[in-house]
């Protein structure tokens, strides 16, 4: 059995990953592959349960180093339960944000240990690395705008945190796409929905050609 690929999407808020990986797995299905779609923080009871404590209430309730170890925790039951069965048994995983969320949210716009960060990544991920990241970049003011129009949740903890936070949020992400040209494709989020799912949907069949 060929083992299927990991896609994470990523991106600060109201940049409509969650839309695009929706259609992403309705596109894949359609082409006959085995998707599981899940998201971070999340994907497994627990990681839900935790989850509901990191997305909601107080912008200051936990310190980045808290909220690492907090989605590690996550992470590592998201891997061990969810990913890697999955990949193993060849179907797609397309993974609403993985690490670089933490990376980016909790260590670059955080000030969160890195080597912290590194140690608990190391432990979470069981060494899994994404075979794509789809970068959704956005200016902030633009994006937050989004997110509170949509304001059907109380998932608003980190979107309170103020413009500041949010611009590191795009500077962060743009690095890691930067550094790690191979795994990561920025896509333009200020497009239509049509044109970001077609900047999408070009990256991954680039990376099922690749295997
Ligand atoms: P979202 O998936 O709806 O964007 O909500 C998840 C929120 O959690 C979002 O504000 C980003 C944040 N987050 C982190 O701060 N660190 C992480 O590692 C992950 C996975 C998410």
Known sequence: MT???FITLEGGEGTGKSTQALRLTDRLKASGHDVVLTREPGGTPQGEALR??????DPGAWS??????????????????????AIAAGKTVISDRFMDSTRVYQGFAGGADMSLIDALERAATHGLLPSLTLVFDLAPEVGLARAKAR???NEDRFERKGLP??????????LIARADPQRCAVIDASQSPDDVFSQCWSRVEE????G
Do not use: C, D, W, Y
Request: charged share 15%; aromatic share 4%.
């Open 3 to 5: 083992r299927g690929l």
């Open 52 to 57: 509901n404590l990191l997305v909601s209430g």
């Open 165 to 174: 936070f949010h611009a590191q949020l795009r500077k962060g992400f743009l």
């Open 207 to 210: 990376a099922m050609q690749r």
């Open 151 to 153: 304001g059907t949740t």
């Open 64 to 85: 980045a180093n808290a909220e690492a170890m907090l989605n590690a925790a996550a992470r590592e039951t998201h891997v061990r339960q969810v990913i890697m069965p």
